[in-house]
């Protein structure tokens, strides 16, 4: 729901950085390795109990999630790089519940099962989406040009991200943070279902 304010806002700084990157021979497969290794060690560290240490590197590895693309738009777009974009996108959102798991499994381990399978169906139906909108060769540019078919919800990476920094800022409200984001992104994949039926009849 966010991100296209938010990319609005951060955009030009992100292009002036990927620029610099680009001119120094830094491809963005790289920077897109780099920011999902950056995010491991923040679950790594998030596991250990360190939240705030955990909080420095999410951050860190989430410029490095939109200067890829920002390095990618003057090197030129690949399929191979925006398909190593997703996966590992979806990666890094399944480690960091993982890492709040297994710092406290007694208390975090059934709200994190319950937000990663949120996250597991609202993956299938936005990459689902989007294989059959590739297929029909509709074009959606409402977050800008990318890689493969994007539709919007309630729940994006800009409302992912927050409730990331609330769960590092609050680790002991991570059940209820959890359950509350779980339902918006069960919403969010019930509206793609919705639409898809709309769309695909």
Known sequence: MLDGWARRRIDPALNVMGRALAQVGISANSVT??????????????AWG?????LALLLVSRLGDGLDGAVARIQGKTDFGGYL??????????????????????????AGAVLLLSFYVNGSSFLAYAIMAEKRELEGRVRGEKSIFFTTGLAEATETLVVFVAFCLFPGWFPAIA???????????????????????
């Open 33 to 46: 390795l780099a920011a999902f290794g950056v995010g491991v060690l923040a679950a790594v560290a998030i």
């Open 179 to 201: 359950y509350v984001f779980a339902t918006l992104t069960f919403y969010t994949a019930l509206s793609r279902i919705v639409l898809a039926s709309r769309t695909f009849r």
């Open 85 to 110: 974009d997703i996966v590992l996108d979806f990666a890094f959102y399944g480690a960091i519940p993982l890492g709040f798991v297994l710092a406290d499994p007694a208390a975090n381990a059934v």
């Open 50 to 54: 360190w939240f705030l240490t955990g």
